[in-house]
């Protein structure tokens, strides 16, 4: 059963094809594009559709040991980011597809699924500890003037993610990014905070990279 029977586009690799399975991870995909809007806002259907068939490929990485289950969702991280994509949103499939599954009964605490996931979260957090991001996204929403306080703070996660991966070695997460955020479809005050938010944001990332480089 390849990805192709759900997404056209997708490439031609097995899927689980066990009922309960795909139906879990479809579930999950659902669910995360309903969590985070920014899916549909930019990609539209296409979106849709990638979510649904990348959903069923990360189940399959269930039957893995945990660690090769890791470095297959490093590598995907790796390809989505690039894409526009940072890993935190990789991150929450993944722990709506391992909560789905285990209340399915198909995976058990622990399973490679949710580790691959703290993996990323652990990653995100060695650049850009979560105490420093939580403070930066604050100040965003506070000052963008422009959307929904959710829509603020979805936009100040989402890059705030972006610079904690450019930082671990997923290059070209920023740029593919910032792109969508600074486009003429935001206001000036809106790009002008998402210019102050990055630029405090790498300040961040540079102290903590020094500091953990000075003491190795």
Request: with cysteine; net charge negative.
């Amino acid at each position: 059963f390849l990805a192709t029977a759900l997404n056209p586009e997708a490439g031609s690799h097995e899927v689980p094809g066990d009922p309960p399975v795909l139906a879990a991870a479809l579930r999950a995909g659902e669910r995360c594009l309903h969590e985070i809007p920014y899916f549909l806002e930019r990609y539209g259907e296409r979106g849709r559709r990638f979510t649904g068939s990348d959903a069923a490929w990360l189940a399959s990485l269930n039957g893995l040991p945990a660690a090769d289950a890791s470095d297959q969702v490093a590598w995907l991280a790796s390809v989505l980011s690039r894409k526009g994509m940072p890993s935190l949103l990789l991150e929450r499939q993944l722990f709506l597809l391992d909560e789905e599954l285990r209340a399915s009964g198909l995976a058990r605490e622990g399973s490679p699924l949710g580790r691959a996931a703290r993996d990323l979260a652990d990653r995100r957090s060695a650049a850009l500890p979560e105490p420093v991001a939580s403070g930066l996204a604050a100040s965003f929403v506070a000052s963008c003037g422009d959307g929904t306080e959710a829509a603020r703070l979805e936009a100040a996660r989402i890059l705030l993610a972006a610079v904690a991966d450019e930082a671990t070695g997923f290059a070209g997460t920023l740029q593919a990014v910032t792109e969508w955020y600074r486009s003429p479809r935001f206001p000036e005050s809106w790009i002008g905070a998402v210019d102050v938010l990055l630029r405090d944001a790498l300040a961040a990332t540079v102290v903590r990279g020094g500091d953990e480089e000075s003491g190795a």
